[in-house]
């Protein structure tokens, strides 16, 4: 039997995902260009009646079971930016993007940035690599978190201006090492509620304590949010990630923690961004 194209395999994969995923094809793609060592375009172009790599199939597999293919790859592209991902931390989202460009916006003259949960370092080292006068700290409670942040810094060339500490802001004292104030903050916590039934691709994999956050999901930031104005320098901003039906109760904590807020959506124009200041 003649063995199977690159682009047969890609078919008979797609068919194959089409039961676990929405994005069938992409996905049997992207794995392919993986397996392959290639870029998707480079594939495409190229490689399409190549014989298909005979580690595709296991890549397949995983996929078939619902796990995200950026944990199969363990890369995820972000703000143009090369990261890598597994399970210890979330993937980041396009969505999330959005943050990024406010606190770019917000603060282009930054020279202090702390990312609290910082995960992958997605958000904080795509700030740095847009502010190269910028020193970053990027803090989460997750030790294998903190394993793939430094990772990304280093392979991101921002090692020297972004350090990653273990930090918990439930905890007493836990920015005493920090040295703040920070020209931005940002922040993506936890804030799905538990009793909300997640995609299986989320719920299986993606780290528990980095999605939910109480009956409401609001729990963590009752805890972060009221910290920020001590942690802000004098015209410093916070960037805080919500839920597309949070902007309102998030925008009152912050009120009451002296705080204004402007809300940023996302590319379906849904509210995902609060933008928090000391200004009046």
Known sequence: MAERTVGEAIRDAAERLAGSS????????????????????????SRMRDPAPKGFAALVDRRAEHEPVAYVTGHQEFFGLPFIVGPDVLIPRGD????????????????????CGTGSGALLLAVLANLPEAQGVGIDRSPGARVVATA????????????????????????????????????????????????????AYEPAEALYSGEDG???????????????????????????????????IGQEAGLSSRLHRDLGNRPRVLEFSTAA
Do not use: K
């Not at 930031?221 to 320098?233: F, G, K, M």
């Open 218 to 252: 609001l729990d963590d930031y009752r805890i972060l949010v009221p910290q920020l104005p001590r942690l802000l320098s004098a015209n410093g901003v916070a960037l805080v990630e919500i839920g597309y039906r949070q902007a309102a109760s998030v925008a009152a």
């Open 22 to 45: 929405d994005t069938a094809r992409l996905d049997a793609e992207v794995l392919m260009a993986h397996a392959l060592g290639c870029s998707r375009s480079s594939m495409l172009l």
């Open 152 to 203: 990304n810094a280093d392979a991101l060339g921002l090692g020297a201006r972004a350090r990653i500490v273990e930090a918990d802001w439930h905890a007493p004292g836990w920015d005493d090492a920090l040295d703040g104030p920070f020209d931005l903050i940002l922040a993506n916590p936890p804030y799905v509620e538990t009793t909300v039934a997640l995609d299986r691709s989320v719920a």
């Open 96 to 115: 999330s993007e959005v943050l990024v460009e406010a606190a770019l916006a917000a603060r282009p003259d930054a020279r202090t940035v702390l990312d």
